[in-house]
């Protein structure tokens, strides 16, 4: 079997190696499942994606993303990770738009400035969380009922639970115990606005948690990003543009740019390809 083209691309980036990258193999229209995931559990990266042909005319390309632990209908980081890669490699949209096929349909990328954007997909489970549930990841996370100012299913493919905390600096000062966590997949949020520190703060702080598929925590988190835009949008409590930081707790500086227009919730952020070569598999 001959060698693939692959990059890996560092996504949500503020600087060189800040953000959260991801491993894109090209023309993988004859790999296995198995082969797809062996070699993701190979890169043990939160992510790893292929680059097919689609099924759909409407579509650009198909692209499926795995974890070390399995596959996901939907992921964030990987598809403007992916898209910078194809665009890199000579990729030209059908349209004004980059059109990808993956697990929940079909998600519009578009260029945003010096970045790319993705259209927020629809929440597939939204509402209250179970009580019992949130005590298990409150205590998990060590945190009093207190301390959580509001929770919510903001499931678009992945499955994340949202918590909203009072302010960013309690975000950064969670310590989790993962094995509590168990499969419970839950993003952070907390914000600075109004907060009196350094000019070019960012508007919130946000940490994923999902050691059950392998990534007890995730650098930069495109889906669950926007996941927290949906629910915090729709209930009139974020303003309609903002800047997440995430990943600080990991030694990196994600910047992930949030835009409502009235008709989509963009997610951006900037990537640059770090590695590019060929893999063989």
Avoid at 194 to 200: A, K, L, N
């Amino acid at each position: 079997m001959p060698p693939r083209p692959f990059q890996q691309v560092d996504v949500f980036v503020s600087g060189p190696l800040t953000g959260n990258p991801v491993a894109v193999v090209f023309d993988a229209d004859g790999l296995t499942d198995d082969q797809m995931r062996t070699f993701a559990r190979w890169t043990n990266l939160s992510e790893t994606t292929f680059v097919c042909t689609p099924s759909d005319p409407a579509a650009d390309y198909l692209l499926r993303i795995f974890t070390p632990g399995g596959e996901l209908p939907f992921a964030g980081h990987p598809t403007l990770g992916s898209a910078h890669a194809w665009l890199q490699a000579g990729g030209e949209p059908k349209g004004e738009k980059i059109i990808q096929e993956c697990g929940v349909g079909l998600v519009s990328i578009r260029h945003d400035g010096g970045a790319l954007a993705f259209a927020a997909p629809p929440l597939i489970r939204s509402g209250e969380v179970d009580a019992a549930d949130l005590d298990a990841i409150r205590q998990a996370l060590g945190l009093r009922p207190s301390d959580v100012v509001a929770a919510n299913w903001v499931d678009n493919g992945p499955g994340w639970i949202g918590l909203l905390l009072a302010t960013g600096h309690q975000v950064l000062g969670i310590e989790p115990d993962f094995a509590a966590l168990g499969d419970f997949k839950v993003g952070l949020i907390g914000p600075y606005l109004g907060d009196t520190g350094p000019h070019d703060r960012p508007d919130y702080e946000v940490r994923a948690f999902a050691p059950g598929i392998g990534v007890p925590e995730d650098p930069v988190t495109g889906s669950l990003n926007a996941g927290l835009a949906c629910w915090l949008r729709g209930q009139e409590i974020a303003p309609s543009t903002y800047v997440a930081a995430q990943g600080a707790a990991l030694d990196r500086a994600g910047r992930v740019l949030i835009t409502d227009d009235n008709t989509d919730i963009w997610v951006g952020g900037r990537s640059t390809t770090v590695i590019a070569g060929e893999v063989e598999l």
